[in-house]
């Protein structure tokens, strides 16, 4: 068995049988004493309960913090370190996960370099533990690195004039994120008639 006393160091100890009513499963927890093997080891065997240093709580949501915080350019670098930070994981050991060096996420989190491929950033994402309803929040901090270019939908600006239009009318107005919410919501209601739509013309015989 393998335990991960932190994601970024791995050692290998006997298996280990619930402790307390808990499992181990090690990508959730930290343990103390810097989380060393000996420390969970010595635990285990002495009867002595394991006192656990980071809960999911602790760990900053994306949510909470683009709310917080001002997003601009250098948003996803700061985001990365507190994030980072509340896994208690060190600069190397997600450099050692990502497969960077430690200078590069270090630039990274000080806004002085862009965000990585997106094949790196899905390995982030993973080893970062963002859940899947803020994996799309988190893809647009590290647009926002590339001066808030977005990929995904910059090929729909460029053939929709009237959206880019209304994206500069919104601007110019200082149009809150609740106005776009509305619209989304429209979105949505449309959605659901298409699809209602779809399955009533399934439904007609050939």
Known sequence: MVYYHSLSHRF???????FHGSSYDIRGFEVCCKGCLQCVHTSIISGQPVKWIRKDKDIVSLKEYVENNTVDE??????????????NMSLRGLANE?????????????????????EKLVRLMEILQIPEDDQQAF???????????????????GRQPHARVALRKAEKLGLSDSFWLSVVEQMDQVEAEQLKALEEDSDLPD
Do not use: M, W
Request: net charge positive.
């Open 12 to 18: 290998k100890v006997v298996p280990l049988a619930p």
């Open 74 to 87: 250098k948003t996803f670098g700061s985001y990365l370190k507190s994030r980072r930070e509340s896994l």
């Open 98 to 118: 990502l497969k960077v060096s430690a200078a590069y996420i270090s630039d990274i989190e000080k806004g002085n370099r862009y965000a990585p491929s997106q």
């Open 139 to 157: 893809s647009d901090l590290a647009s926002a690195t590339h001066g808030f270019s977005y990929g995904d939908i910059n090929p729909y600006l």
